[in-house]
T-cell receptor, first 109, second 110 residues
Framework: AQRVTQPEKLLSVFKGAPVELKCNYS??????LFWYVQYSRQRLQLLLR??SRESIKGFTADLNKGETSFHLKKPFAQEEDSAMYYC???????????FGKGTRLHILP | NAGVTQTPKFQVLKTGQSMTLQCAQD?????MYWYRQDPGMGLRLIYY???????DKGEVPNGYNVSRLNKREFSLRLESAAPSQTSVYFC?????????FGQGTRLTVV
């Protein structure tokens, strides 16, 4: 069955330290993966997508089909990175997006 | 560009009351979703609509009904509100890749 798993509900990292938010997926088709971010009391917004292979706000994510993972990374955390992060999978066959349960990232001063 | 618009932004209901949350998108998207977001639970899918006139249950559909009468609008109805339905509700739509979210409805049932 298709699934997106984010194993950490909460991740606390000191400012300046590296960040890695984990995401694993299960999908028999060709996956398209995304990371969404939700800042305090705001709507979810797209952070980055794997097909763009871009770096947004210092964040990058590489799709690893062998490990079925799409981990989000940033080398040096900043306080403004504190937010809720959701990994998402687009199932092209059904034109449907499914989300992981989210990870709250807390950057410590 | 309005994107996805939800109304109302805030609502307080008494147990047993009914209400409808409205959602409209102006991006000609086929797929629309209703989620609820609770502390420690993340996003949970209530209902999904792949196109006008079709709806499917998500992870937590009990206590809710939906209506997709046209491509633009996807409404969520609580027939008899319960305190367990206190939550923040988000509507979303997508076509192809990126999903767009509404600003959320903060619902409190007392």
């Amino acid at each position: 069955a298709q699934r997106v798993t984010q194993p950490e509900k909460l991740l606390s990292v000191f400012k300046g330290a590296p960040v890695e938010l984990k995401c694993n997926y299960s999908y028999s088709g060709s996956p398209e993966l995304f990371w969404y971010v939700q800042y305090s009391r705001q709507r979810l917004q797209l952070l980055l997508r794997h097909i763009s292979r871009e770096s947004i706000k210092g964040f990058t994510a590489d799709l690893n089909k062998g490990e079925t993972s799409f981990h989000l990374k940033k080398p040096f955390a900043q306080e403004e990175d504190s937010a809720m992060y959701y990994c998402a999978l687009l199932m092209n066959r059904d034109d449907k997006i499914i989300f992981g349960k989210g990870t709250r990232l807390h950057i410590l001063p | 560009n309005a994107g996805v618009t939800q109304t109302p932004k805030f609502q307080v209901l008494k147990t047993g009351q009914s209400m409808t949350l409205q959602c409209a998108q102006d991006m000609n998207h086929n797929s629309m979703y209703w989620y609820r977001q609770d502390p420690g639970m993340g996003l949970r899918l209530i209902y999904y609509s792949a196109s006008e006139g079709t709806t499917d249950k998500g992870e937590v559909p009990n206590g809710y009904n939906v209506s997709r009468l046209n491509k633009r609008e996807f409404s969520l109805r609580l027939e008899s509100a319960a305190p367990s339905q206190t939550s923040v509700y988000f509507c979303a739509s997508h076509r192809g890749t990126e999903a767009f979210f509404g600003q959320g409805t903060r619902l409190t049932v007392v």
